[in-house]
């Protein structure tokens, strides 16, 4: 699959450096992390570039190397081999440079104990150098963005995991960087807040940031991504916009079948995922309506629980990639 690199998209710019001239605000090139007593590399030649304006996803199951790579981008572990560019400045060789320019919500909260959400988002945003009326300003509004009002002046030691991620969130953006980097940004947040929390990492980069969304949530990636690199065992499965990685699936559909003993199916036809009670059928599109009139009358039969017909996602296009037996997240 051939990377694509597309323009920034509009918005206001947050800094002149890269995205301003079509150069990548972050470029890595060729990246090795090998462990010392481990067989495989943690990151095996990895490249990628992310753009001012866009939102780059690094999709992948747990321990496919999201994290290491984002660890050698700030500077707190280095490649054994390999380039990594901060708006021009190299990270490896200079990693405190590179750490001024970007911002981090990490994968574990940062501990803001003795604070509420709103004057731990204030505080960061001080540290970083804002001004004080503005910081406050930027804080009301991610607070109300993501629907934090009943929760802003509760002590930390009071508010849920959930919304405790918010806060590292609204931390990590409220004042303007080059490369914002976001470590599974919804863990333990509720459906309808992590619905916010994606139209607000979609505003983050309209604003004029590069992000880099690392993410297992297929359907986080299908939702907020520009452009998207699939990692798995450390390499680089595929690259391009999520239409680009189901182009090749446009001419099928998808049945699941929920069920424990499901009965044989349609001539031609095979599971090409099998789970504990469901299986996912891939169909071709000439043959929807014959696969729907046999599963609604498996149903009847009571040999089938339920089924749905859907066209190809970016969901059905990774287990492809990667294998059924991949950990997937919705």
Excluded at 2 to 25: K, Y
Excluded at 91 to 117: C, D, F, K, S, Y
Aim: net charge negative; hydrophobic share 45%.
């Amino acid at each position: 699959m051939s990377r694509t690199h597309s323009s920034p998209a509009g918005g206001a710019t947050l800094l002149q450096p890269a995205g301003a001239t079509g150069e990548p605000v972050l470029a890595i090139e060729h990246l090795v992390k090998q462990y010392r007593g481990k067989a495989a590399p943690a990151n095996d030649d990895v490249s990628l570039t992310a753009h001012a304006g866009r939102v780059l996803g690094v999709l992948g199951h747990n321990g496919a190397g999201k994290t290491t790579m984002v660890n050698q981008i700030v500077g707190l572990l280095r490649p054994t081999s390999g380039t990594i560019h901060v708006s021009g400045v190299d990270a490896v060789a200079h990693p405190a440079r590179a750490r001024e320019i970007v911002a981090v919500q990490a994968q574990a909260n940062v501990p803001i104990t003795g604070l509420t959400p709103r004057k731990a988002v204030e505080l960061v945003g001080r540290i970083r150098g804002g001004e004080p009326r503005a910081v406050r300003r930027r804080t009301d509004q991610l607070l109300e963005a993501l629907d934090l009002g009943p929760w802003a002046d509760t002590p930390a030691e009071k508010i849920s995991g959930g919304v405790a991620r918010l806060t590292a969130f609204c931390m990590t953006v409220v004042q303007p960087a080059a490369l914002v980097i976001l470590d599974e940004p919804t863990n333990d947040v509720d459906p309808a807040r992590r619905r916010l929390l994606w139209d607000a990492i979609r505003d983050t980069a309209a604003a004029g940031a590069a992000v880099l969304l690392v993410t297992h949530n297929v359907r986080e990636a299908e939702r907020t991504v520009d452009d998207l690199v699939v990692l798995d065992s450390g390499r680089v499965l595929a690259a391009g916009s999520p239409a680009d990685l189901t182009t090749h699936l446009r001419g099928e559909l998808f049945l699941e079948l929920d069920g424990r003993d499901l009965p044989a199916l349609p001539p031609g036809l095979r599971a090409s995922v099998t789970r504990p009670a469901q299986s996912v059928v891939p169909v071709p599109a000439a043959r929807g309506a014959e696969v729907v009139a046999w599963a609604q009358t498996a149903v009847e039969r009571g040999e089938v629980e339920r089924f749905a017909l859907t066209p190809a996602s970016l969901e059905d296009a990774y287990l492809e990639l990667v294998g059924a037996g991949s950990e997937v997240a919705a």
